[in-house]
């Protein structure tokens, strides 16, 4: 079935500096790739997503690329701060609606001060 | 905004018992509502998927039977666990999304499940 891998099952960064996090899907017809946080002990909040339409987004703090060749997408967290820890999902979806959210197995983000 | 209220935000029960949790999505319409579990240690896995005016779509793993779903309006959904063990444990989370307008799916705060 469809599969999306998330490479970093943990990340450790300096504030301040950036961290990346890599994401591989197997099904080619996935046009949909949001990413949630999840806080120790709480559900999981949406943090950004992109469509198969563009290749970067960029939400302040925030920065999605897709490589729909490769079919990999990351997200790049700039000037991280310790709020930013937590686990980062990436998922990916097919176009219409009544297909489901596929999820990858979480990066535990640590920024440390 | 979109906000998805899920509760209760905990619960216990024996083994062999059964427990209800319902999610309200306010201030959009949920079309769809898909039902998630994340077990300990492990990712989100789908339970089942329903979309408004179609049938419930379960995954592999799980059934109707086990884990009855109802949304009867664009604003509600209940799920029941039907004789809960040990393996049932975990965050169960409610996610809705309106495909009229976005693609996004908003998550509840979720329900922890332990079984005794």
């Known amino acids: 079935g469809e599969k999306v891998e998330q490479h970093e099952s943990t990340l450790s960064v300096r504030e301040g500096d950036s961290a990346v996090i890599n994401c591989t899907y197997t099904d080619t017809a996935s046009s949909y790739f949001p990413w949630y946080k999840q806080e120790a002990g709480k559900s999981l909040h949406f943090v950004i997503d992109i469509r198969s339409n563009v290749d970067r987004k960029q939400s302040q703090r925030l920065i999605v690329l897709l490589d729909k060749k490769a079919k990999r997408f990351s997200l790049h967290i700039t000037a991280t701060q310790p709020e930013d820890s937590a686990i980062y999902f990436c998922a990916a979806k097919r176009g219409s609606s009544g297909n489901k959210l596929i999820f990858g197995i979480g990066t535990l983000l640590s920024v440390k001060p | 905004g979109a906000l998805v209220y899920q509760y209760p935000r905990r619960t216990i029960c024996k083994s062999g018992t059964s427990m209800r949790m319902e999610c309200q999505a306010v201030g959009f319409q949920a079309t769809s509502v898909a039902w998630y579990r994340q077990s300990p240690q492990k990712t989100f896995e789908l339970i089942a998927l329903?979309?408004?005016?179609?049938?419930?779509?379960?995954e592999q793993n799980f059934t109707q039977e086990k884990f009855p779903i109802s949304h009867p309006n664009l604003s509600f959904s209940s799920m029941t666990v039907l004789n809960a063990y040990l393996e049932d444990r975990g965050l169960y989370l409610c996610g809705a999304v309106d495909w009229g307008s976005a693609e996004t799916l908003y998550f509840g705060s979720g329900t922890r499940l332990t079984v005794l």
């Open positions: 329903s979309t408004v005016n179609s049938a419930i779509k379960y």
